[in-house]
């Protein structure tokens, strides 16, 4: 028996933000190694290319009560169109990078369709 009415929740599109909603939020401050999911505020830093042609790393902090903690994409332009002034749920690999915690190619929503998710799961 499927978990879900549609297999491409679980396989397709909607897999991840089925995943964000069942994980419990972390703190910054608390994270370790592993896929983990924290309510904050992101921050671009920079945008610089990489030694690949035409391949950019986005680099930004992203900041709670407890910590900030360092994010980075691969060519994701969109990242610096993101308000700084909202509260978003990231989901992502936290990964030690040259002694820094720092999640990678997180995806990241607003809390109200993480609230719209979760509903939909019960």
């Not at 607003?110 to 979760?118: D, G, K, R, Y």
């Amino acid at each position: 028996m499927p978990l879900h009415k549609n297999d491409n929740d679980v396989m397709g599109y909607n897999a991840p933000k089925i995943l964000a909603a069942k994980l419990p939020i972390s703190t910054i401050s608390d994270t370790e190694a592993g896929l983990t999911k924290i309510k904050g505020r992101l921050k671009l830093v920079q945008i610089r290319p990489t030694d690949k042609p035409g391949l950019f790393l986005y680099e930004a902090n992203i900041t709670d009560k407890s910590g900030t903690l360092r994010a980075i994409w691969y060519n994701s332009r969109y990242i610096k169109y993101v308000s700084s002034n909202k509260e978003y749920i990231f989901l992502g690999e936290i990964q030690l990078r040259h002694g820094v915690k720092t999640i990678v190619s997180a995806i990241f929503t607003t809390p109200e369709e993480i609230v719209s998710w979760s509903k939909r799961l019960k």
